[in-house]
């Protein structure tokens, strides 16, 4: 451990981090958009939702949301995870940025000690996100270190801001799902990268096979918490990443 925390003082070239399951555990981007489309179908505001009132999007079938969680959980069951993010970002960009903010305020409130989830078409979706300090200390080292800081998501681009703005983590240059570019998953965290003009860069935190590309971009790749997915495991022995479990 010692050697990453190195690794984030020293050497040249930017840090670029994976948000959801890497700087905290569970995912915001989809628990947000839960407790957004809750408070749509209970006319609440996001601080007064709870996993009783999440688990009534079972039974919004015949309301207005009914193709939104139908197309979300469809992709999810189909394993197309790219349009499952893009399906998100499109309904959350409908929303004002203050209701945004105080959804994912609550999502570490009301979804972290107690996670919840619910079934819709068969799919179960769950929700929860905790906070992992010792993650988001390796992010605030890097920055520290005055490297150029990318976060790197496939969530709602309001939702990659509120996360910064909830831990005044400032300095940071957001790339998430916007509606109007390349989704940044997979090949299109490289994409989005170039764009940003991040040819390479020193080191990488991720989580899954959508960070496998930005990873390989780095120096020094970081697999997160792959737990017993083996192809995950042996890519980063094969790629020589470290694994912070």
Same mark, same amino acid.
């Given at each position: ?70 197309? *979300? ?11 499952? *993010?893009?399906?998100?970002?499109? *309904? ?92 940044? *998953? ?60």
């Amino acid at each position: 451990m010692q050697d990453l925390w190195e690794l984030c003082h020293q050497g040249e070239g930017p840090a670029l981090f994976d948000m959801d399951g890497t700087l905290f555990a569970g995912d915001l981007g989809e628990t947000s958009f839960f407790v957004l489309l809750a408070c749509e179908l209970l006319h609440k505001e996001p601080q007064a939702i709870n996993a009783s009132d999440v688990t009534l999007l079972e039974q919004s079938k015949g309301t207005g949301l009914e193709h939104i969680l139908g197309s *979300y959980s469809s992709a999810v069951r189909q394993g197309l995870m790219k349009e499952a *993010y893009a399906i998100t970002a499109d *309904y959350v960009q409908t929303l004002p940025y203050a209701k945004v903010l105080s959804a994912c305020i609550r999502c570490f409130e009301a979804f972290g000690d107690n996670s919840c989830s619910f079934l819709f078409d068969g799919v179960k979706h769950s929700l929860f996100v905790k906070k992992e300090q010792h993650m988001l200390a390796f992010l605030q080292a890097c920055l520290h270190a005055k490297k150029a800081v990318f976060l790197v998501s496939a969530s709602p681009l309001q939702v990659v801001i509120a996360f910064c703005e909830m831990f005044a983590l400032s300095g940071i240059t957001p790339i998430a799902a916007d509606t109007r570019h390349e989704l940044p *998953y997979g090949p299109g965290k490289v994409e989005r990268l170039a764009q940003a003009g991040v040819l390479a860069a020193h080191i990488a935190f991720g989580n899954s096979i959508g960070d496998r590309e930005m990873l390989q971009l780095a120096r020094f790749g970081v697999l997160r918490n792959p737990g017993d997915d083996t192809v995950l495991r042996t890519l980063a022995q094969e790629k020589a990443w470290m694994i912070v479990d």
